[in-house]
C-alpha cells in the first residue's frame, strides 16, 4: 500500500526513521518494559515505576536549576523553576493511579518476580531527598558497587541541600523567613517560601501515597528491600522538608 500526503495533511514520508522516533528514543524508551511474570498487573506497576524514576530525574533537574539560581541571587527565576516543579510533581502524585486498583492478589502474582528490588534502591528518589534537605549518608550504601553513582550521591551529599540555598540567598538580602513572612516588604523571598511550602506539601503526599499503598497491597509484612515495611516507612513519612519555613507557622 502507497501511503502519500494529502492536501494540507502532514508529511509522511521519512528515509529511515521518523524524525519523532529519532528525537524520542521511541524505540529504546518502549524496548525496556520487560515483565518476567505473566501478570496483566506487573506492566502497571512496571510503567509506573518507570514514569516515576523519569520524573524523579526531571524534578532532579528543576531542583538542581533552581539551587543554582539561588546561588546567583535570582529569586524570580528559581521561584518561576519551582513552579514549573510542582507540574511534575502533581503529575508523579497522580502517577500513584497507576496503582490505585493493584489487589493483594495480583501483587503477589509478580511479588516473587522481582526479588530483593525495591524502592528503596532508587538513587533517582535518594537525590531528591538530599536536595531538599534530608541528608543521611547512610543511604548511599545500597550504591556501594555502583561506583558513578556513589559519586554523584556523595556530590549531592556535600553541596548544600535547595534548603541551605534558599536560606543563604535570605541571609544575603539581610532577614529572615520570621521577618519576610511579618509583612516585610521582600515578596519576591514570600514567594520564594511559598513554593517551597508547595514543593514540600507534595513530596509529603507523594510519601503518604505510597505509604498507603503499600499497606492496601502488602499489609504490614516485610519489603522486598529487607526492611519491616509499612512501619519503616511509617517513620520518615511525614518529614518536613525546610524545617525553618514550618517553624515559622508557629510564630505568626
Ligand atoms: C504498590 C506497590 C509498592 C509497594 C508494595 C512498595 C513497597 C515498599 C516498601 C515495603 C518499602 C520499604 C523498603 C523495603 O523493605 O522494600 C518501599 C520503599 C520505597 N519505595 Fe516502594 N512500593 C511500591 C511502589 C513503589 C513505586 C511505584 C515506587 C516508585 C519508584 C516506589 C519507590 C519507593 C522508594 C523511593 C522507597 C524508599 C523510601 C524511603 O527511603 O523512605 N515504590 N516500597
Not at 25 to 48: G, K, N
Request: include cysteine; charge should be negative; glycine fraction near 8%.
Amino acid at each position: 500500500m502507497v501511503y502519500g500526503r494529502r492536501g494540507s495533511g502532514p508529511k509522511v514520508e521519512f528515509e529511515g526513521t521518523t524524525p519523532y522516533a529519532d528525537y524520542t528514543h521511541i524505540e529504546t524508551l518502549l524496548s525496556l518494559q520487560t515483565p518476567r511474570t505473566q501478570s496483566p498487573a506487573e506492566y502497571s506497576f512496571i510503567v509506573a515505576t518507570q514514569v516515576m524514576e523519569l520524573l524523579f530525574t526531571l524534578l532532579r533537574h528543576e531542583w538542581e536549576t533552581a539551587r543554582t539560581q539561588l546561588d546567583a541571587d535570582d529569586v524570580r527565576a528559581a521561584t518561576r523553576t519551582l513552579r514549573r516543579s510542582i507540574g511534575a510533581q502533581d503529575v508523579l502524585i497522580s502517577s500513584w493511579q497507576l496503582l490505585a486498583t493493584l489487589t493483594p492478589n495480583e501483587f503477589g502474582e509478580f511479588r516473587d518476580a522481582f526479588g530483593e528490588a525495591s524502592g528503596f534502591q532508587s538513587y533517582g528518589y535518594r537525590h531528591l531527598e538530599f536536595l531538599l534537605g534530608n541528608k543521611r549518608p547512610g543511604m548511599v550504601c545500597p550504591h556501594a558497587e555502583m561506583p558513578s553513582v556513589v559519586a554523584d550521591l556523595e556530590k549531592q551529599l556535600a553541596e548544600p541541600s535547595l534548603d541551605d540555598a534558599a536560606k543563604a540567598a535570605v541571609a544575603r538580602r539581610g532577614t529572615s523567613w520570621l521577618e519576610i513572612y511579618s509583612g516585610s516588604k521582600q515578596p519576591d523571598l514570600y514567594e520564594l517560601g511559598e513554593v517551597l511550602m508547595e514543593v514540600a506539601e507534595r513530596f509529603i503526599r507523594w510519601r503518604q501515597l505510597h505509604l498507603t499503598a503499600v499497606w492496601r497491597v502488602m499489609g504490614d509484612k516485610p519489603g522486598s528491600g529487607g526492611s519491616a515495611g509499612a512501619s519503616w516507612l511509617a517513620k520518615t513519612v511525614h518529614d518536613r522538608p525546610f524545617p525553618d519555613l514550618w517553624a515559622v507557622r508557629n510564630e505568626l
